[in-house]
């Protein structure tokens, strides 16, 4: 049953990308869908690519290990919605192209600035992709007996035939799939868990309180992040990475004009709302059903707490739909990564940087194909060292990256006018290596017990470096702008028209 459900998720996404590829003839069908996508598949599809195996396994597991905690994640980001609908969706749509890189070269003309957003763009996309093949990995370790190489590798080997032959086209319909199944799947375990507690919610958070080794704290903030600022760092992170993210700030280009991206971003947020809400149901249901003993059995970080509770509500056959919906979770985000990254090496790296905007359609789209099976194949060798880390605390990293390195240049680049290329290059090469220095030297690389990478005493002692990159990549960028003495304010009227108007 499970092999069957497996195979025809595989079956469904191969004949999109069949269909797809014939579709994509040029690089605007590769890299944006020829920005023909209507308001609400762009919104389902953003709500597809955002909603990754962070959101269904990582998610699920830290409530069901942690509680109040693990929720933290599944309300920032919720919240990140408010500040790309407001101040990133509508400037991005009329002044970029194909990347993030190309918004920020509306207004500087200079090649670094391209090369370092492309370098932070896929950076974020490998940072963030590790995260769902490790939860790939841990799940069809769990559901066919493969061991977690040969899963990866499977999961590695799919994305790739995706983007390749299927460009944004395929991407995109893959998407909109998985945010069907999974929004079905998810209600369909939540009302199931609602159901057991005769659709009380006052009855669940009561029996909550007895139910797992936490007892009463259970419902209580403080059992994984004890330190009050390791709290505010990790939900600064998630609330400001979204808007930093390449793989979501692309997706608006797949429409015609800033009005559909705005409805796309308003799409997205009610999906995704309804979704975070479910969550809960998920993560109690795992604790009340399942047990942290035998979730961490399976996997310590809690990944498999959702497709264990399908099976302790549902059977064999629940828990084989699950882990199918979440396998399409997986090869949906990692798809849009892969192109993220690709666009941004083979757009700006090779055609705006080497061949200085001279490269044909044909030159950029083989190119683009070529950084797409370059782009897997780090992110698997990658993947293979972090297979003890829970996915949700590997994609806050990614976000941390995102608001520490895009998202200072990104908001100074339209509402600044003194803003110039060295504060640009400076802030984004801030935000990037702070944040990778920090995360190298935390208690996730670092343990004395020996539960991280490596053995031995953390010098920073926060998991997450939210509250020290942020403010050094806003930082930087501003300091940058003032010490410089290149003035770049000829092109910020034309920016600003353009960022507000389209025109």
């Not at 944004?168 to 945010?179: F, G």
């Not at 004890?226 to 608006?252: D, M, Q, Y």
């Not at 208690?443 to 490596?454: Q, R, S, V, Y």
Request: charged share 10%.
């Amino acid at each position: 049953m499970a092999i069957a459900l497996f195979c025809g998720i595989v079956l469904l996404t191969l004949i999109i990308t069949y269909y797809a590829a014939k579709k994509t003839t040029n690089t605007s069908d590769f890299y944006t869908a020829g920005g023909g996508l209507k308001g609400w598949q762009n919104g389902t599809a953003i709500a597809g690519d955002y909603m990754s195996a962070a959101s269904f396994l990582g998610i699920a597991g830290s409530i069901a290990l942690v509680g109040f905690d693990g929720f933290f994640y599944s309300i920032g980001f919720l919240v990140a919605y408010l500040v790309v609908l407001y101040l990133v969706a509508e400037p991005l749509r009329n002044l970029g192209k194909y990347t993030v890189a190309d918004m920020i070269a509306a207004r500087f003309s200079d090649k670094k600035v391209r090369g370092v957003a492309a370098l932070n763009t896929i950076s974020i996309s490998i940072f963030y992709m590790i995260a769902q093949l490790v939860g790939a990995g841990a799940l069809i370790k769990l559901l066919l007996g493969l061991d977690y190489v040969t899963s990866v590798l499977i999961v590695g080997v799919l994305m790739t035939i995706y983007v390749v032959f299927g460009g944004m086209h395929a991407t995109s319909w893959v998407q909109i799939s998985k945010a069907v199944l999974l929004m079905a799947g998810t209600f369909i375990i939540s009302l199931i868990v609602f159901a057991k507690f005769d659709f009380s919610l006052t009855q669940m958070f009561h029996h909550m309180k007895t139910a797992t080794p936490l007892q009463e704290a259970f419902l209580n903030p403080g059992n994984k992040y004890k330190i009050p600022l390791e709290t505010l760092s990790l939900n600064l992170a998630l609330v400001l990475g979204t808007a930093g993210l390449p793989h979501i700030l692309t997706r608006f280009f797949t429409v015609k004009d800033a009005k559909t991206a705005r409805s796309s971003v308003v799409y997205a947020t009610w999906i995704i709302g309804i979704f975070y809400v479910m969550t809960i149901f998920l993560g109690f249901g795992a604790a009340a059903f399942v047990g942290a003993a035998d979730i961490t059995a399976v996997d310590k970080a809690g990944n498999m707490a959702a497709p264990l509770l399908a099976k302790a509500i549902g059977g064999d056959f629940l828990f084989a739909l699950i882990s199918a919906v979440a396998f399409a979770t997986i090869l949906a985000v990692v798809t849009g990564l892969v192109l993220s990254a690709a666009s941004a090496f083979a757009h700006d790296f090779y055609g705006q940087i080497l061949r200085r905007g001279e490269s044909s359609e044909k030159e950029q789209l083989k190119m683009a194909r070529y950084a797409s099976i370059g782009v897997s194949i780090v992110s698997i060798l990658l993947a293979l060292f972090a297979q003890k880390m829970n996915v949700a605390f590997l994609v806050s990293l990614a976000f941390a990256v995102a608001a520490s390195a895009n998202l200072p240049v990104i908001l100074f680049t339209v509402f600044w006018k003194r803003f110039n290329t060295t504060g640009a290059i400076t802030g984004m090469l801030t935000g990037l290596i702070s944040t990778v220095i920090l995360v190298a030297l935390s208690p996730n690389i670092w343990d004395p017990g020996g539960k991280a990478i490596l053995v031995g005493d953390p010098i920073f002692p926060m998991s997450n470096p939210g509250i020290i990159s942020i403010p050094l990549g806003f930082l930087a960028a501003y300091v940058g702008t003032l010490l410089s003495s290149s003035k770049d304010e000829a092109k910020y009227a034309e920016v600003l028209v353009k960022a507000n108007t389209g025109a």
